[in-house]
C-alpha cells in the first residue's frame, strides 16, 4: 500500500514540478520528470499495477500539453513496458543501471511522442536537431536523477546512523532500568 | 513480463489510442478533467513562484505547452530556413536579372522616409494548435485576470482564417503584407494581443493593387496597366479593372501596385494564366495563378511598416 501511495505521490509531484522546471543552456533542454518517474514506479510497484500507474502518469501528461491526448499514455505504457522486461528478474537495479534506465526512458518517450504528434500535425521534423534535443534532455533527467539518488542516500545513511545510535541508547536504558 | 502485465499494457495502448482517435469535445473533456485535477498542485507551485519571483525567475523555463507545440516548430525551423535561403537566392537571381533595383536608387535600410518598411520573420500556427488557442486552451486562467486574446482574432467568423503566433507586440496593423521569400501571398487580418490572423491571396476577401508587368524584347520589361487582384476563394485570383484600351497576354508577371512608394521594389503576385476580351467588354477578364504555396506553412515574413526613429528625434 505504501509503495502504491509512493508511487501517485511521485507521479503528481512530477505532472505539477514538470511546468516549471527550469531550461538548461544546452539546446533548452531541461529535465523531463515523467521520464524519471517511470523508472521509479517500474522498480517501485511491481506487476500490472505498476504498468497501471505509468498509464495514469502519462494521461496526466496528456492533460499538460496541448497535443491530442492519448499520445502521451501510449508513450509512457510502452516505456513502462520495455523497463518491465529489462528489469524482469533483477530486483532493485544499482544507481548506475538506475540512472542508465533514466536516461533510456526519457529519450524513448520523448522521441516517440513528438515524432508521433509531428506525424498527426503533418509537420517535416529534422531528425538530426530533434534527437540531440532529446539526448540533452535525457542526460539532464539523468544528471537530476543522480543527484536525487545521492541526496536520498546521504539522507538514509544519516537516518540509519541516527536510528542506531538510538537503539544503542534505548538497550543501555533497558539494561540499567530492567524495564 | 507476465500475461497480466501485457494484458494491462495492451488495455492501456488501446485506451490510449482511442482517446487519439476520440471527438475533439471527449478529448477536450479528458483534459479538462485532469487539468481540474492538477490544478490545486499547479496554484501551489505557481504561490510559491510569485512568493519567490526573483531566485525563481531566473530558473523558470517556458510553460509545458508552448515547450511541446515549440519543438516540432523548432525541428521544422532549419529545413524551412534552409528552403527560404534557397528561394532567396533564386529570387534575388531573378531580380537581377530583370534589373529593377537599378530603378531604385535606395535600399530599405538608408530610407529617410517618415514610414519605412520592415521585414520581420514570424511563424504560422499550426491547425491543432489554431484550434487550441482559439478554444481558449492556452490560456487557462489568464481571461480571470483580464489577460484575453482579442475577440475578432478568436471569434468563429475568422474560424477559417490561419493564425500568426505575433501580434501587437510586433507593432503588426492590419493589411500588413505577408510574403514568401519576395512574393506576397497573403495580408494580415485582424492583428490580436498576441496572434494574428491573415488571409492568402487566393481567399475570397483578399483585395489587393496589382500591376502587370511584361517582357518586351531582349531582357527589357515595362509596366503595363493596374488593376484590382481579388481572391476567389479558389486556386486562381482575378485581376479587375484592367480597361479593354490595354494589351494583356499569358505569361505576363503581376506585381505589386504601391501607391504610397513605400517599398523600393515591386513585389511578385504570380502570373497571368488567361486573359478574355469580349467585344462588348470594357474590362478584361484576367486569371492569375499566384505563387505556389509549400505543402506545409510554418515560416513567413511580414512587411510591416513602422515610424522612421530618425525622422521622429528632436534635435537639439
Known amino acids: 500500500m505504501i509503495r502504491h501511495l509512493m508511487a501517485a505521490g511521485a507521479i503528481y509531484l512530477a505532472l505539477i514540478l514538470q511546468p516549471s522546471l527550469a531550461a538548461t543552456g544546452v539546446l533548452q533542454a531541461r529535465p523531463w520528470l515523467p521520464g524519471m518517474v517511470v523508472v521509479v514506479v517500474a522498480m517501485l510497484v511491481p506487476g500490472p499495477a505498476g504498468v497501471l500507474w505509468s498509464g495514469v502518469l502519462g494521461l496526466g501528461v496528456d492533460g499538460l500539453t496541448l497535443a491530442p491526448p492519448g499520445i502521451q499514455l501510449v508513450a509512457a505504457v510502452t516505456v513502462a513496458a520495455v523497463l518491465r522486461i529489462i528489469n524482469a528478474d533483477a530486483g532493485t537495479p544499482p544507481v548506475f543501471l538506475f540512472l542508465l534506465q533514466v536516461a533510456f526512458a526519457t529519450a524513448v518517450w520523448r522521441m516517440s511522442s513528438i515524432l508521433l504528434l509531428a506525424e498527426l500535425d503533418d509537420r517535416d521534423l529534422s531528425l538530426t536537431v530533434l534527437s540531440k534535443t532529446v539526448a540533452c534532455e535525457a542526460l539532464t533527467t539523468a544528471t537530476l536523477a543522480g543527484c536525487l539518488a545521492a541526496v536520498a542516500c546521504m539522507s538514509s545513511a544519516a537516518l540509519r546512523r541516527n536510528s542506531g545510535s538510538a537503539t544503542v541508547l534505548r538497550n543501555e536504558w533497558s539494561m540499567l532500568t530492567g524495564r | ?316
Open chain 2, 1 to 316: 513480463m507476465s500475461s497480466r502485465s501485457l494484458l494491462t499494457t495492451c488495455c492501456l495502448a488501446l485506451l490510449g489510442a482511442a482517446l487519439l482517435l476520440s471527438p475533439p469535445k471527449l478529448a477536450q473533456s479528458v483534459r479538462g478533467a485532469i487539468a481540474d485535477f492538477l490544478r490545486p498542485g499547479l496554484e501551489s507551485v505557481r504561490l510559491v513562484r510569485e512568493n519567490v519571483p526573483d531566485r525563481f525567475h531566473t530558473i523558470a523555463g517556458e510553460e509545458p505547452e508552448a515547450q511541446s507545440a515549440s519543438e516540432p516548430a523548432s525541428a521544422a525551423l532549419d529545413a524551412e530556413k534552409e528552403l527560404n535561403r534557397a528561394l532567396q537566392i533564386r529570387l534575388a537571381q531573378l531580380e537581377e536579372k530583370l534589373g529593377i533595383d537599378e530603378q531604385t536608387p535606395s535600399g530599405l535600410s538608408s530610407s529617410t522616409r517618415l514610414v519605412t518598411p520592415s521585414l520581420v520573420e514570424v511563424a504560422v500556427l499550426g491547425d491543432t494548435m489554431t484550434e487550441h488557442w482559439r478554444s481558449g486552451k492556452l490560456i487557462d486562467h489568464g481571461s480571470k485576470n483580464g489577460v484575453h486574446e482579442n475577440e475578432l482574432v478568436l471569434s468563429p467568423k475568422s474560424g477559417a482564417s490561419r493564425l500568426l503566433d505575433v501580434g501587437q507586440q510586433f507593432e503588426l496593423s492590419p493589411e500588413d503584407t505577408l510574403l514568401l521569400g519576395r512574393c506576397i501571398i497573403g495580408k494580415v487580418e485582424h492583428v490580436g494581443r498576441w496572434t494574428s490572423t491573415f488571409h492568402l491571396v487566393t481567399d475570397a476577401h483578399y483585395r489587393g493593387r496589382a500591376q502587370l508587368i511584361r517582357k518586351t524584347g531582349t531582357d527589357r520589361y515595362v509596366f503595363e496597366a493596374t488593376g484590382i487582384l481579388k481572391g476567389q476563394g479558389e486556386r486562381l485570383c482575378k485581376l479587375e479593372g484592367v480597361g479593354a484600351e490595354h494589351s494583356v497576354r499569358v505569361h505576363d508577371a503581376v506585381y505589386t501596385a504601391d501607391r504610397d512608394g513605400l517599398l523600393p521594389v515591386p513585389l511578385y503576385y504570380g502570373e497571368v494564366v488567361e486573359a478574355t476580351l469580349n467585344s462588348d467588354d470594357r474590362e478584361w477578364t484576367i486569371l492569375v495563378a499566384p505563387v505556389q504555396l509549400p505543402s506545409h506553412l510554418t515560416r513567413v515574413q511580414l512587411l510591416r511598416t513602422s515610424f522612421n526613429p530618425d525622422r521622429l528625434a528632436v534635435k537639439e
